[in-house]
Each structure stands twice: as structure tokens, then as C-alpha cells.
């Protein structure tokens, strides 16, 4: 659905405002992407509150990879939303956006340690791959992470034995932020043995 989407959004992946230009002359078109499914018999997909859906599953390898700041993400993906919902809220404002005050992620607040501590001691895995950006001071104050590297490594530290994997990489930049040094910039991969 998204890779449709895509092909009359004004921002590849992010609906996050309405476009101004006319469509008319672009066809929207519904394609799915082809799966092999006697690959994937026992695949499951759920549409769950994490901290909740994580009491109910079991799983080898737990791949974690949650809000880093107080960007809501349902604002910039709510339309993908409403898509696989197959709703069509009332919208309002310049930028045609409909109330996500019921999908607002708790990762994005003051709590968001709180909740991971949650979800990491409720997990039952043998592994947890994590993926979380923190820019250190180095963004604007929305762009901070919530949860800090140390209450990370706390959280972690309860479940087992906790090994750090990092990558130098281009940050991605829309181009209004100008920021050389993007050494401290990092994704982490956590792996526990427990």
C-alpha cells in the first residue's frame, strides 16, 4: 500500500501535509505486494498496543524498534492509517489532518522509559535487537530522544548480558538543519542472552 501511496505523495513515506498540486492527471492504483506465502505459513500480524501484546507472545528473536522523540509518528503516517482501516475521518486545517489523539504514542512523552523498562521485563525471548536513534543535544528540542542511553542500558542490563553495535552513518536531512558532526549519531543493536 505504501509504495502506491508513494507515487502521489508529496513526500516519499510521509503524508505529513496536503498537497497543494493538482492530481488529476495522476492515477492512484492499489497494488499489493506479491508474498510467498507457503514461505510464511506461520507468520502473524498484530494491530496491539506493544506493552500489551508483549505479555501475550513468545518469540526467539524480539526486534524492537520504537519512537525516539516527541514526533508523533501517526502524524506523519496517518494516512496509511485511515488506508488500512479503511476509514475516512472528518479532516480539518490547511494541512487536512484528522484527531489522532486516540493513536498517539506513549514513546513520544515524558513516560517513554517508564514504558520501555515495561516491555523490556515483560518480554519472552532469547533475544532483543534494538534500534534507537539518539542525537544527543545535537537537533531542536522534538527531535531529542526520550529515553536516554543510560536508562536504556539499565532496562537492557536486567535481562542478561548487553552488547552495543555501532555504525557512522549520513543522517538523513531535509536540508533546513545544518549539522556537521553526526559521529554521536547512532543506531544501537542490543542483543541479551538470557
Known sequence: MNYS???IANTVGHYDAYIKKDLKDLKFEMKLISTNTEKNLHNKIYNKDANLLIRD??????????????????????????LSLW???????????????KIKSEYCKVNASILFDDLIQNAKCKYILLSYN????????RSNAKISDEQIMK???KRGKVKIFEQ???????????????????????????
Open 87 to 101: 476509514q475516512k475521518p472528518e479532516v480539518f486545517g490547511v494541512a487536512k489532518k484528522f484527531d489522532r489523539s
Open 155 to 157: 532496562s537492557l542490563s
Open 57 to 82: 507472545i513468545e518469540c526467539d528473536i524480539l526486534y524492537l524498534d520504537p519512537p525516539y522523540n516527541s514526533r508523533q509518528y501517526s502524524d506523519a503516517y496517518h494516512l496509511l492509517e485511515n
Open 5 to 7: 501511496i508513494d507515487r
Open 168 to 194: 557512522d552513518y549520513k543522517e538523513f536531512n531535509t536540508g533546513k538543519e545544518k549539522r556537521n558532526d553526526n559521529n554521536i549519531l547512532y543506531n544501537v543493536n542490543i542483543r541479551i542472552a538470557s
Open 134 to 141: 539518539n542525537m544527543g543535544n545535537n537537533g531542536n528540542g
